[in-house]
T-cell receptor, first 112, second 110 residues
Framework: KQEVTQIPAALSVPEGENLVLNCSFT??????LQWFRQDPGKGLTSLLL???SQREQTSGRLNASLDKSSGRSTLYIAASQPGDSATYLC???????????WGLGTSLAVNP | EAQVTQNPRYLITVTGKKLTVTCSQN?????MSWYRQDPGLGLRQIYY???????DKGDVPEGYKVSRKEKRNFPLILESPSPNQTSLYFC?????????FGQGTRLTVV
């Protein structure tokens, strides 16, 4: 059974730091991996999609990597800003029904 | 603009009163799904639909119904809501493994 784990559960950093969020999954048979951002009580904003054949994707200050063989993905945020404060969720897309299997997220606080 | 639209955004209802949460997408995607999000449990799939008139249960389908009469709409129906269905609900539309989400519906059943 596919399980997704995100470490750490919470992270507090000063503004300007580069940081790494981790996501691990137990079964390497995935189609894609997607990173999302969720602000308190709000919806899910897609940040990056990494297809199973890809190693990384970049968007602005965000870079996500995927290592299927080790069951790991990282989300790198460069030069963090207070506006980056949110919960970051990763989800793997697997199975014939293309179901998303979610981690519980990393709650990030970037302090001015 | 490509989007997934859910309504209502917020809903407070009483136990047993039937309700429907609507979901509509304008991207002509075949695959749509519903998730609920609960503290400590994360997001879990309720139902999904691979195409018109094709629906199937996800991980937590009890107490819910869905229908897919046309490609753009995928409503979630709670025939007799109970307090344990108080949650944040998300509808998603999918294309080639990428998911696009609505803004969520916060449902409270009292």
């Amino acid at each position: 059974k596919q399980e997704v784990t995100q470490i750490p559960a919470a992270l507090s950093v000063p503004e300007g730091e580069n940081l790494v969020l981790n996501c691990s999954f137990t079964d390497s048979a995935i189609y894609n991996l997607q990173w999302f951002r969720q602000d308190p009580g709000k919806g899910l904003t897609s940040l990056l999609l990494i297809q199973s054949s890809q190693r990384e994707q970049t968007s602005g200050r965000l870079n996500a990597s995927l290592d299927k063989s080790s069951g790991r993905s990282t989300l790198y945020i460069a030069a963090s800003q207070p506006g980056d404060s949110a919960t970051y969720l990763c989800a793997v897309i697997a199975g014939n029904n293309r179901k998303l299997i979610w981690g519980l997220g990393t709650s990030l606080a970037v302090n001015p | 603009e490509a989007q997934v639209t859910q309504n209502p955004r917020y809903l407070i209802t009483v136990t047993g009163k039937k309700l429907t949460v609507t979901c509509s997408q304008n991207m002509n995607h075949e695959y749509m799904s519903w998730y609920r999000q609960d503290p400590g449990l994360g997001l879990r799939q309720i139902y999904y639909s691979m195409n018109v008139e094709v629906t199937d249960k996800g991980d937590v389908p009890e107490g819910y119904k869905v229908s897919r009469k046309e490609k753009r709409n995928f409503p979630l129906i709670l025939e007799s809501p109970s307090p344990n269905q108080t949650s944040l609900y998300f509808c998603a539309s999918h294309l080639q493994g990428e998911a696009f989400f609505g803004q969520g519906t916060r449902l409270t059943v009292v």
